[in-house]
């Protein structure tokens, strides 16, 4: 079955840095485009960062300098470095794939807390 697992999640003060992992599997990951949404406290999901199968890029103009997604097909894992993170990234991070099939798979999600 499909599992997309997030991991690096935690706590880091304004300025810091995390590295968020996805770790698929159950389904082609090569070509499918993979994505990091997030949730803040009170709020709706939004669109953070998109990679497509080919590797291009988009990022929300929020993030932009700041985050960078990539992607690993060998190792079917997507990663979100965040740097200069702010108190207003404050969310719970998912995972997202969408595949040729147009399916649309979700990770369980993982916490990013920045705060002082």
């Known amino acids: 079955q499909v599992q997309l697992v997030e991991s690096g999640g935690g706590s880091v003060q304004p300025g810091g840095s995390l590295r968020l992992s996805c770790a698929a599997s159950?389904?082609?990951?090569?070509?499918?485009?993979m994505s990091w949404y997030r949730q803040p406290p009170g709020k709706e999901r939004e669109l953070v960062a998109t990679?497509?199968?080919?590797?291009?890029?988009n990022y929300a103009d929020s993030v932009k300098g700041r985050f960078t997604i990539s992607r690993d097909n060998h190792g079917n894992t997507v990663y979100l470095q965040m740097n200069s993170l702010k108190p207003e990234d404050t969310a719970v991070y998912y995972c997202?794939?969408?595949?040729?099939?147009?399916?649309?798979?979700w990770g369980q999600g993982t916490q990013v807390t920045v705060s002082s």
């Open positions: 159950g389904f082609t990951f090569s070509s499918s485009a």
């Open positions: 997202n794939a969408f595949t040729l099939g147009w399916n649309n798979y």
């Open positions: 990679i497509s199968a080919g590797g291009s890029t």
